[in-house]
T-cell receptor
């Protein structure tokens, strides 16, 4: 699986959009970009995934650059409950059952 | 139940004892994964099952660790002769064959004293 790089931490104001970057410059054509988050003391939670088109669901939006070397997860209106570690993972469709979690980005939403 | 269930939620064991951790995946999910997370660390992949077979055991840290899955459902992770470094939260996840969204349980917190 391609390696991903995320900033170790970021702060966000409650009610504002949180934009979480992820670099995956070595991503291959059949690898998807997945986002999960882990709230303290809980198991990870799936957020969204995509291949090359932008994706949106009830939790977030995923913007993938045209060259697919980076992506941004957008939480449109961050709340205090969005404080968590956010993981960006690149995984292939043939090996996507081995999700490799890196260090992630610790996002702190402040009132 | 609706989600992935793990038991026990907490386990304290003495060094050298064997422990069994159980995972009940979401009904119908063919893929099942085990991870562990040491305090303040990221998730470490241990093993995954597709049905009852485990194509990838590369993450098991030593031969004291083993896992099985029966009936394409319940999985058990067994740690023999536990050591203090085995103390961690052990997380189980499952996903359907076609949907790669993995659902995680709340984990088993193992403490070896």
């Amino acid at each position: 699986d391609a390696k991903t790089t995320q900033p170790p931490s970021m702060d966000c104001a409650e009610g504002r959009a949180a934009n979480l970057p992820c670099n995956h410059s070595t991503i291959s054509g059949n690898e998807y970009v997945y986002w999960y988050r882990q709230i303290h003391s809980q198991g990870p939670q799936y957020i969204i995934h995509g291949l090359k088109n932008n994706e949106t669901n009830e939790m977030a939006s995923l913007i993938i650059t045209e060259d697919r070397k980076s992506s941004t997860l957008i939480l449109p209106h961050a709340t205090l409950r969005d404080t968590a570690v956010y993981y960006c993972i690149a995984a292939s469709s043939s090996n996507d059952y081995k999700l490799s979690f890196g260090a992630g980005t610790t996002v702190t939403v402040r009132a | 139940g609706a989600g992935v269930s793990q038991s026990p939620s907490n386990k304290v064991t003495e060094k050298g004892k064997d422990v069994e951790l159980r995972c009940d995946p979401i009904s119908g999910h063919t893929a099942l994964y085990w991870y562990r997370q040491s305090l303040g660390q990221g998730l470490e992949f241990l093993i995954y099952f597709q049905g009852n077979s485990a194509p990838d055991k590369s993450g098991l840290p030593s031969d004291r660790f083993s896992a099985e899955r029966t009936g394409g459902s319940v999985s058990t992770l067994t740690i023999q002769r536990t050591q203090q470094e085995d103390s961690a939260v052990y997380l189980c996840a499952s996903s359907s064959y076609l949907n790669t969204e993995a659902f995680f349980g709340q984990g088993t917190r193992l403490t070896v004293v």
